[in-house]
């Protein structure tokens, strides 16, 4: 093993974070609200809609992550970034919008009829009485589904996106020490879903205790 080696590469290393970085936590807020957005209209009563809707999600998931890139770089024409942004989300938002749909309706249909007995809209009983629940109860599900995030934006290396993997790709290339970078990347890796978890099991607690 030669380690030195690798510390030279560390400039691109760093870049490489720096784009896997950006990109999944872009991807997570992206995925996040449209995911919700598509759980709740999965929710409504207007059966049209959420059979749309149902129908979508499950093109959606049914879909390799792969494919939805590809499509969206050489068939749709996005740049590398942006389709990768794109592709990420529109992939994960389909199984968020299940741990939505599910968190919502794990809650008693009389916290919803209270709302409206109180002369709360439709939004408000969503927004005051129904999301605060749902939240405590989808923080799991949603810890895995952005750690998910994380380990998919490699996919992106594939239209020369310069993140983690292909960075130490790149090294192991240069360096035949493909043990050593597949180490480092895999570290940093495990680092950046760690804080995820961190982060999510504090917000947990704090939710659980509001």
Not at 59 to 79: C, S
Not at 102 to 112: K, L, T, V, W, Y
């Given at each position: 093993?030669?380690?030195?080696?690798?510390?030279?590469?560390?400039?691109?290393?760093?870049?490489?974070?720096?784009?896997?970085?950006?990109?999944?936590?872009?991807?997570?807020?992206?995925?996040?609200?449209?995911?919700?957005?598509?759980?709740?209209?999965?929710?409504?009563?207007?059966?049209?809609?959420?059979?749309?809707?149902?129908?979508?999600?499950?093109?959606?998931?049914?879909?390799?992550?792969?494919?939805?890139?590809?499509?969206?770089?050489?068939?749709?024409?996005?740049?590398?970034?942006?389709?990768?942004?794109?592709?990420?989300?529109?992939?994960?938002?389909?199984?968020?919008?299940?741990?939505?749909?599910?968190?919502?309706?794990?809650?008693?249909?009389?916290?919803?009829?209270?709302?409206?007995?109180?002369?709360l809209s439709g939004r408000q009983v969503f927004v005051f009485a129904l999301l605060p629940q749902a939240a405590r109860l989808t923080i799991p599900p949603l810890t895995s589904q952005f750690i998910e995030v994380v380990k998919n934006s490699a996919v992106v290396m594939f239209v020369g996106v310069q993140e983690l993997t292909f960075e130490t790709q790149e090294i192991s290339q240069a360096t035949l020490r493909s043990f050593e970078a597949a180490t480092v990347a895999t570290l940093l890796y495990v680092t950046l879903t760690s804080v995820i978890v961190g982060g999510m099991t504090s917000l947990g607690r704090r939710l659980r205790w509001a």
């Open positions: 093993m030669d380690w030195p080696v690798i510390w030279q590469y560390r400039a691109a290393i760093l870049q490489g974070l720096a784009y896997t970085v950006v990109i999944s936590a872009l991807a997570i807020v992206g995925s996040f609200l449209f995911g919700t957005l598509l759980g709740y209209l999965r929710l409504t009563r207007h059966a049209l809609l959420t059979e749309v809707v149902n129908g979508y999600v499950e093109i959606v998931r049914n879909t390799p992550l792969i494919v939805k890139l590809f499509f969206l770089y050489y068939i749709a024409g996005l740049d590398a970034f942006p389709s990768g942004l794109v592709a990420l989300i529109v992939h994960q938002s389909g199984y968020i919008s299940d741990v939505i749909t599910a968190g919502f309706r794990s809650i008693s249909p009389e916290q919803a009829e209270s709302g409206y007995a109180l002369g």
